[in-house]
């Protein structure tokens, strides 16, 4: 099992552009999720899918969209890509809903100039 | 919402000593808490867990307590060795909720 993979690895965009982070789980787990990292701080929420079919908005979700394709995939898209959205994205997935272990991604590295 | 802190940014240990990683929650209604370990440009992975149930659960050189009183957490690793070498978070959920609420992060660097 890979586990939850992200791609790309890293990103740099300038501002204005648009792009999809993407993320896949084979763990069957039903609920999905978007974080972001900055320096110094915790992982923010940005959105999250608790289900198939189903995603809300987290703590962060302004300059975000996100679409949950498939059971496995869950996207994360930047519209217009602003220096303020410069941080490490990590997706993560846990089996069900209620408080539950989340498993995490690598990471993407995005930087917007 | 939830507010999660943790006690000291950094935390220097003597390989082979023990480390104790504190965090504390605000939300007396927090139901799940849970550590995780982020090496250097990798993912956060999951340590240990605890329901708020229990007050101390124990894994592979871990053990995690938990004072619903003072509203505390905190993380114990015993014989730290180098590996340990990591940022540590504590993540706090409320019962039924989707959502975890982090803390900012502990560096815990073992010295040699």
């Known amino acids: 099992n890979a586990g939850v993979t992200q791609t790309p690895k890293f990103q740099v965009l300038k501002t204005g552009q648009s792009m999809t982070l993407q993320c896949a789980q084979d763990?069957?787990?039903?609920?999905m999720y978007w974080y972001r990292q900055d320096p110094g701080m915790g992982l923010r929420l940005i959105y999250y899918s608790a289900s198939e079919g189903t995603t809300d908005k987290g703590e962060v979700p302004n300059g975000y969209n996100v679409s949950r394709l498939n059971k496995r995939e869950f996207s994360l898209r930047l519209e217009s890509a602003a220096p303020s959205q410069t941080s490490v994205y990590f997706c993560a997935s846990s089996a069900s809903g209620g408080p539950d272990t989340q498993y995490f991604g690598p990471g993407t590295r995005l930087t917007v100039l | 919402g939830e507010s999660v802190g943790l006690h000291l940014p950094t935390l220097s240990v003597q390989e082979g000593d023990n480390s104790i990683i504190n965090c504390a929650y605000s939300n007396s209604a927090s139901d799940y808490f849970i550590w995780y370990k982020q090496e250097s440009g990798k993912g956060p992975q999951f340590i240990i867990d605890i329901r708020s149930n229990m007050d101390k659960r124990q894994g592979q050189r871990v053990t995690v307590l938990l004072n619903k009183t003072v509203k505390h957490l905190s993380l114990q690793i015993a014989a730290t060795q180098p590996g340990d070498s990591a940022v540590y978070f504590c993540a706090v959920a409320s019962a039924n909720d989707y959502k975890l609420s982090f803390g900012a992060g502990t560096t815990v660097t073992v010295r040699a």
């Open positions: 763990m069957n787990h039903n609920s």
